[in-house]
């Protein structure tokens, strides 16, 4: 059983920065894939980064790359994502999620019926 507590968002201004942080519990989190994905209002829960059990692999969506970081602290069993020069599109609830070790591009395309756990989210609103 994996217990996961999203926080850290806010409201942040188009171009600046801000960092989400998910606490994890339990004795598998170093074993397990983690991943981030958002919700908008009005459409469904999407995938945004992923990132191996061990830190050395990451995988994101097309449109967060090279804006966005995800990583993760096994010794503080928490998981990051960085996320500079945020756009008004990507405002949403944040979601924190955890699964099986299977790889990262199986992640992005199974969606949310890949993951295991899930946290209850924070909200992320980036202003114009």
């Known amino acids: 059983q994996v217990q996961l507590v999203e926080s850290g968002g806010g409201l942040v201004q188009a171009g600046g920065s801000l960092r989400i942080s998910c606490a994890a519990s339990?004795?598998?989190?170093?074993?397990?894939?983690m991943g981030w994905f958002r919700q908008a209002p009005g459409k469904e829960r999407q995938f945004v980064a992923a990132i191996s059990s061990s830190g050395g692999r990451t995988y994101y969506t097309d449109s967060v790359k090279g804006r966005f970081t995800i990583s993760r602290d096994n010794a503080q069993n928490t998981v990051y994502l960085q996320m500079n020069s945020p756009r008004p599109e990507d405002t949403a609830v944040y979601y924190c999620?955890?699964?099986?070790?299977?790889?990262?591009?199986?992640?992005?395309?199974?969606?949310?019926?890949?993951?295991?756990?899930w946290g209850k989210g924070t909200l992320v609103t980036v202003s114009s």
């Open positions: 999620a955890a699964g099986p070790p299977i790889p990262l591009t199986v992640v992005a395309t199974r969606g949310v019926d890949g993951m295991d756990y």
């Open positions: 339990g004795r598998t989190f170093s074993s397990n894939t």
